[in-house]
């Protein structure tokens, strides 16, 4: 199988940046236009863009791992290339800053595959750009998220 593997680094504390990747009143702001899930190991989840004259496209899958502050694996139930997974692995780097791997792998061995692979990198190194961008705009992340 073949994975896409991308670094990132963040001027963000890994509490800050956890938060960010893992609540979903916060992913609408910058992943998708819709998400439904909260992270629970086999619970499910499903992202939604709004791709305009596209209409909507909604992904789904089931969240396989998660180890707070350091890792989140999930698995999509429905990607046309088969049992693709996301691994989102977190590292703390300073009191103020932190690294996010990105890996998104299972794409399977073949030429066919090459399009996924190079789309998938593509789209997750953008959104990494996205989650800095908003994180940056953003410094009280918390005004989004639901009180209870």
């Given amino acids: ?30 992943l998708a236009d819709e998400v439904r899930g909260r992270p629970k190991v086999g619970g499910e989840f499903s992202w939604t863009w709004n791709l305009g004259l596209e209409g909507h496209f909604t992904s789904h899958g089931t969240y396989k791992k998660i180890e707070p502050l350091k890792e989140l694996v999930m698995e999509w139930k429905d990607h046309p290339a088969g049992d693709v997974f996301l ?13 996010l791997t990105i890996v998104n792998g299972g794409f399977p061995d073949n030429d066919t595959s090459n399009v996924w692979l190079e789309s998938a990198k593509d789209a997750w190194d953008g959104q990494a750009v996205h989650l800095k961008e908003f994180l940056k705009n953003n410094s009280d992340i918390s005004k989004f998220i639901k009180k209870s």
């Fill in 1 to 30: 199988m073949r994975e896409t593997r991308s670094v990132f680094t963040f001027e963000e504390p890994i509490e800050r940046l956890w938060s960010a990747v893992t609540v979903y009143e916060v992913l609408v702001h910058w």
């Fill in 87 to 99: 691994q989102l692995i977190f590292e703390s780097t300073g009191p103020k800053s932190s690294k």
